[in-house]
């Protein structure tokens, strides 16, 4: 079993940046791929980014070139850089652990850019 804790979020202006961490706790952490879904207000959850235990990223369609995920496997750490944030990416973001199919969750956090 696994525990998620997140931090960073809040108020941006757009153009702007802001990044959220997330640290993974419990047995076997470093098993696990990390990663972000958000979920807009009346949109369907979308995949933000994944960073595998070797460092392998994958990252949504409508952030690829603006956001950055990074790892620290000592720490069982990831961190989410958002640059040139839009009023789109506006929303809830949800850190997980995923270990094959099986995901543990964090309560999340809301990003808002607005001017």
């Known amino acids: 079993q696994v525990h998620i804790t997140e931090s960073g979020g809040g108020l941006v202006q757009p153009g702007g940046s802001l990044t959220l961490s997330c640290k993974l706790s419990?047995?076997?952490?470093?098993?696990?791929?990390m990663g972000w879904y958000r979920r807009a207000p009346g949109k369907q959850q979308e995949s933000v980014a994944e960073i595998r235990v070797g460092g392998q990223a994958t990252y949504g369609d409508s952030v690829k070139g603006r956001f950055a995920v990074f790892r620290d496997n000592a720490e069982a750490t990831i961190r989410l850089q958002m640059n040139f944030l839009k009023s789109e990416d506006t929303a809830v973001y949800s850190c997980?652990?995923?270990?094959?199919?099986?995901?543990?969750w964090g309560q999340g956090t809301q990003v808002t850019v607005s001017s």
């Open positions: 997980y652990g995923r270990r094959g199919q099986e995901y543990s």
């Open positions: 419990g047995d076997l952490v470093n098993r696990y791929a």
